[in-house]
């Protein structure tokens, strides 16, 4: 299984168990983009560095597109981790991925963030 492991603060951890939270929001910059998107030289931040330079001298070019472009790693789930380095763990089909505005109340900025979705609870 290809797990995504994630660090959450009590909050948002809490509101995922309890299935009042549905979708985890990360920043939109290279560091997650090298996580969660596709492309042949994978693990190369340098490639994502310079995606994202480009990006702010194109502004017709959406942060959309890029999922469009490049599209998802493929996960099989999703495993939060409570706090940093947390032992208390819970493990969620990945659902998908998508890039937008999240909800405010479930602890998204207001600008643009990489939008996981989770299915349902494995672990």
């Given at each position: 299984?290809?797990?995504?492991?994630?660090?959450?603060?009590?909050?948002?951890?809490?509101?995922?168990?309890a299935?009042?939270?549905?979708?985890?929001?990360?920043?939109?910059?290279?560091?997650?983009?090298?996580?969660?998107?596709?492309?042949?030289?994978?693990?190369?931040?340098?490639?994502?560095?310079?995606?994202?330079?480009?990006?702010?001298?194109?502004?017709?070019?959406k942060?959309?597109?890029l999922?469009?472009?490049?599209?998802?790693?493929?996960?099989?789930a999703?495993?939060?981790?409570?706090?940093?380095?947390?032992?208390?763990?819970?493990?969620?089909?990945?659902?998908?991925?998508?890039?937008?505005?999240?909800?405010?109340?479930?602890?998204?900025?207001?600008?643009?963030?990489f939008?996981?979705?989770?299915?349902?609870?494995?672990?």
């Open positions: 299984m290809y797990a995504l492991d994630l660090s959450l603060k009590h909050e948002w951890f809490n509101m995922i168990a299935g009042r939270k549905s979708e985890e929001y990360r920043d939109f910059r290279p560091y997650y983009a090298n996580r969660l998107l596709y492309h042949k030289n994978l693990g190369q931040k340098e490639y994502w560095d310079t995606i994202f330079a480009n990006m702010k001298n194109a502004p017709y070019y942060p959309q597109q999922l469009r472009d490049y599209g998802a790693r493929r996960y099989d999703v495993r939060f981790h409570k706090g940093q380095g947390g032992k208390q763990t819970m493990l969620f089909e990945f659902a998908g991925l998508g890039i937008g505005k999240g909800r405010p109340e479930w602890g998204a900025p207001d600008e643009d963030v939008i996981i979705k989770l299915g349902r609870r494995i672990g």
